[in-house]
């Protein structure tokens, strides 16, 4: 398959509810979740992720006519790039609601004929694609024996994707086999994609979230890596790392909590019964040293930075804001580090040799990194995070973050092991020299910008794309997935609470603006509901959010304001679900509505 395989995961919503797409007012608001990703798509050395993402942006934003006819110029454009043409079809299958009757056949016919070229062209993708189309066709079309075919390759092939499709492969098995007739096996196939329906789904990777279990970037597996060095993923939010000898286990990071990391272990001990010897811990967050009860054995020796005791007491003092992050366990913040490091040291067990390197990183100021020279294997925790530290909390540098891919370059591994299972496969090696160009081009440009007191919205509002990521593909996703965290936390760092356009020097809590707006009206809900059904229609969901919510701090039992904050919160999920997963768990939270794992395949 050409390309990074990462870019096929979570396209399943691009092709549900084919039957029933018109043209939108315009939008209100900027998206800076399809804008730039659309522009990007168009570099002739695009890789498909971004055609993907921006296609399924189109959607979640309620514009598929508008992506149709971008997508439909970029194929004939650019012939070489058959993701294109793909999408294209796709697209066209999902605006045959908006097409007269008579016509509507024919025009699908035609969208099938698009997807069977990108498929011939490309069978990795474009095949893909094709099955998860054709499974949602009508039984007329007669198409649904080929879905099938092509989402089992997808299975057999789910291995050289670095994330799974698990979730949007069987979903589209289950439509795919109802149209064939099999109810048992379609309700085989829903109940192994985690949903509880056929509707159209907003997430079709392996991510769960929910109350209790918090959040999970994959299912739980271990990975190995390379001969003794194994990733324990999808146990809970974090990645715990093992670096396996003879003479014992030298384990990087810890988990959550005591729960999840146990069964982390439990996974390493079908490798190895070797004792734990070291636990290195690449920084102090919760995810990183909650489960460490778990890991630390009689005689493990706990590595840490030599100011890590100031940053856990921050995790300490600091409140769990948003609880679905890591579900309801306790996360254990009492760490003894009986072995701190201020400087570069050499750590040996058995054949293992490594370099534990202080490093200033994105996320916090006592960051390590634990290079492996003879596997050329870096750990770097999560200094390339996207959020530049937690959103919810003071800390995280930009500065830092640049002074972090410089050490990479200077390293030179062959591979980055980050704290989080899609870090790993995106904010890889290969990205690293643009990605490294790119953030410093914009902290050079905006850094000027936010001293002199330029607002925040509007320097987001610039959607700045740097020239350089034209010849540096691989850095594309990476920088537009950081883009507006790096460049709110530059702002957070260097302005002050007072800006140019007079933003901040007066303060109004949202129940007063919730009353400005109320008196704009008659003093009922239907002003707010008239304006939020208006602004879902153009797709612009985080601000229809917005004015369902304070049109409900005016009238806290309108039935109709809090359908529109639900459809609201579901349209963010899905604009939210490729590009930002704590926005998405957030939403999630607010909306109450959990999603179940995806059952590991036999």
Request: proline content about 7%; aromatic content about 8%.
């Amino acid at each position: 398959m050409p390309g990074p395989k990462l870019s096929l995961v979570l396209i399943a919503p691009l092709v549900a509810s084919c039957w029933g797409s018109t043209r939108p007012p315009p939008p209100v608001t900027q998206n800076r979740t399809l804008s730039p990703f659309a522009a990007a798509a168009a570099y002739p050395n695009a890789e498909p992720a971004l055609a993907i993402i921006a296609a399924q942006e189109y959607v979640a934003a309620h514009r598929v006519e508008d992506g149709y006819g971008y997508f439909q110029r970029l194929a004939r454009e650019q012939p070489g790039r058959p993701i294109l043409v793909s999408l294209e079809g796709m697209l066209q299958v999902r605006m045959a609601g908006g097409v007269a009757l008579l016509k509507r056949v024919g025009w699908v016919e035609e969208a099938i004929g698009k997807l069977d070229r990108g498929a011939q062209a490309d069978p990795g993708a474009g095949r893909l694609i094709r099955g998860l189309v054709f499974a949602e066709l009508p039984a007329r079309f007669g198409k649904a024996t080929q879905a099938v075919e092509d989402l089992d390759a997808a299975l057999q092939a789910r291995g050289s994707f670095p994330l799974e499709l698990d979730r949007a492969i069987l979903r589209a098995l289950a439509l795919a086999h109802r149209t064939l007739g099999d109810q048992r096996l379609s309700a085989e196939m829903l109940r192994r994609s985690g949903l509880d329906s056929l509707e159209p789904a907003a997430v079709a990777g392996n991510a769960s979230v929910g109350p209790d279990e918090g959040f999970r970037f994959t299912n739980p597996q271990l990975v190995r890596e390379a001969e003794g060095v194994y990733r324990a993923e999808g146990f809970d939010f974090a990645t715990i790392s093992f670096l396996v000898d003879d003479e014992g286990v030298i384990a990087i990071d810890a988990g959550t909590t005591r729960e999840s990391a146990g069964a982390a272990m439990k996974a390493l001990r079908e490798v190895t019964r070797a004792p734990v010897r070291y636990v290195i811990l690449t920084h102090s967050h919760w995810d990183h040293v909650g489960g460490l009860d778990a890991v630390r054995e009689p005689g493990t020796v706990v590595v840490a930075r030599a100011n890590f005791a100031q940053e856990l007491s921050r995790m300490r003092s600091s409140q769990n804001m948003f609880s679905w992050f890591f579900g309801s366990r306790p996360v254990g913040l009492e760490v003894p580090a009986a072995r701190l490091v201020d400087r570069e040291e050499v750590l040996r067990l058995g054949k293992l040799e490594l370099r534990i390197l202080p490093v200033s990183g994105g996320e916090t100021n006592d960051a390590l990194f634990v290079h492996l020279p003879r596997e050329r294997l870096l750990f770097v925790g999560d200094a390339f995070m996207p959020y530049v530290g937690p959103p919810f909390l003071a800390e995280g540098s930009p500065e830092g973050y640049l002074e972090a891919l410089s050490k990479v370059r200077e390293l030179a591994p062959r591979k980055l092991i980050q704290g989080h299972p899609p870090l790993t496969a995106l904010f890889n090696v290969d990205a690293v020299p643009g990605l490294l160009a790119a953030l410093g081009d914009l902290h050079q440009r905006y850094l000027p910008h936010v001293r002199k007191g330029r607002p925040l919205a509007e320097v987001l509002h610039d959607d700045y794309l740097p020239e350089s990521l034209r010849q540096t593909p691989k850095a594309v996703v990476p920088y537009l997935v950081v883009r507006d965290h790096f460049l709110e936390r530059l702002h957070r760092q260097n302005a002050g609470y007072w800006q140019s356009d007079g933003e901040g020097i007066e303060s109004f809590t949202r129940a007063e603006w919730a009353a400005l707006l109320d008196g704009f009206g008659d003093g009922s809900d239907g002003p707010f509901i008239r304006v939020a059904d208006d602004l879902l229609q153009r797709g612009d969901a985080p601000l229809a959010l917005r004015v369902a919510e304070l049109g409900l701090l005016r009238h806290a039992n309108s039935g109709r304001l809090q359908d529109a904050r639900k459809r609201a919160l579901s349209m963010c999920i899905e604009r939210y679900s490729l590009v930002d997963p704590f926005r998405f768990i957030v939403h999630s939270q607010w909306a109450g509505t959990p999603l179940r794992p995806v059952a590991p395949l036999e």
